[in-house]
């Protein structure tokens, strides 16, 4: 298996130990702490796998308490919290070697047609993806060519990612950014056609640009790294359906870091503008030494 696209629907694919309980791989990688987005797709599909496929999730908040190990499954134990007439509850609690590394209520809903409906504007008019170079290329269009680390994790990536505003890569060019990005963003392949896979595989997605918003006024997103940065908590509300192999726009915000801690608010959106997916999220920053 090569495509990155597969290896995601393969990761999401939890292997149920009991009724309640599932088990899921993380793979072997250079990182320090399993990534935070993977966790949360894996326990999201834990909490679907245990309804009857007929609620869409409509939102997520969940913590992460410790980082996971590479390469040590976790274990996903669902509690069914409530089954009602339009609503269905569970609270799912991932467990490594032991220890609770996260948590994630999610809730579903059957669909209904509402009474009224609205959405603002996107904020700004944004380019089609097709006219921006992928991130290998504009990577390479700086450095000359992909130092070895880099070129395999964008190989192993399943999403292609292009930033709307080209990359800053000195401190200077920083001076005086807002703070604010904004990537388009899908799946490198086709990832089938189960809904629950397509939502899981953003959740999984939505972890891993959001806090570029805290950092861009501090340093370069691609240069060396002066702050270890972990998320603390991770919150989505799902307004309507879509597929992650597909083009989605992550429009992404910090209206405030302080204390230590990084607050980032994300709005995805679809080609014609629709609000799909609402995110926040905060991390925690710690500036390295030495």
């Known amino acids: 298996m090569t495509n990155p696209a597969e290896r995601l629907v393969d990761l999401l694919d939890l292997e149920r130990i009991e009724v309640d309980i599932f088990r899921g791989r993380s793979p072997e990688e250079s990182l320090q702490r399993v990534f935070g987005g993977q966790?949360?797709?894996?326990?999201?599909?834990?909490?679907?796998?245990?309804?009857?496929?007929?609620?869409?999730?409509?939102?997520?908040?969940?913590?992460?308490?410790?980082?996971?190990?590479?390469?040590?499954?976790?274990?996903?134990?669902?509690?069914?919290?409530?089954?009602?007439?339009?609503?269905?509850?569970?609270?799912?609690?991932?467990?490594?070697?032991?220890?609770?590394?996260?948590?994630?209520?999610?809730?579903?809903?059957?669909?209904?047609?509402?009474?009224?409906?609205h959405q603002l504007p996107p904020r700004l008019e944004f380019p089609d993806p097709e006219s921006l170079p992928t991130l290998s290329d504009e990577v390479q269009a700086h450095l000359g060519a992909l130092p070895e680390p880099l070129e395999r994790m964008v190989r192993r990536q399943p999403f292609d990612i292009r930033y709307v505003d080209r990359l800053r890569w000195t401190r200077e060019e920083i001076e005086g950014a807002d703070a604010r990005s904004a990537v388009w963003m899908r799946a490198v392949g086709p990832l089938g056609d189960d809904p629950l896979v397509h939502t899981?595989?953003?959740?999984?997605?939505?972890?891993?640009?959001?806090?570029?918003?805290?950092?861009?006024p501090i340093e370069p997103l691609w240069g060396p790294r002066g702050?270890?940065?972990?998320?603390?908590?991770?919150?989505?509300?799902f307004h309507h359906p879509f597929r992650a192999d597909e083009w989605f726009l992550y429009d992404q915000e910090s209206p405030i870091a302080t204390g230590g801690r990084g607050l980032a608010r994300g709005r995805i959106y679809n080609r014609e503008g629709q609000l799909l997916v609402s995110v926040v999220q905060e991390g925690l920053f710690h500036k390295l030494t030495g």
């Open 200 to 216: 899981c595989a953003l959740t999984y997605a939505s972890d891993m640009t959001l806090l570029d918003a805290v950092r861009i």
């Open 39 to 117: 966790v949360a797709g894996q326990a999201l599909v834990a909490a679907g796998r245990t309804t009857d496929g007929e609620r869409p999730v409509h939102s997520l908040h969940a913590y992460f308490l410790r980082p996971g190990r590479p390469g040590v499954p976790i274990v996903y134990q669902v509690e069914r919290v409530r089954d009602g007439r339009s609503f269905t509850t569970r609270r799912v609690t991932a467990v490594q070697q032991g220890r609770t590394i996260f948590n994630l209520t999610a809730s579903f809903h059957r669909p209904e047609e509402g009474s009224f409906e």
């Open 227 to 237: 702050f270890d940065m972990a998320s603390l908590d991770h919150a989505m509300w």
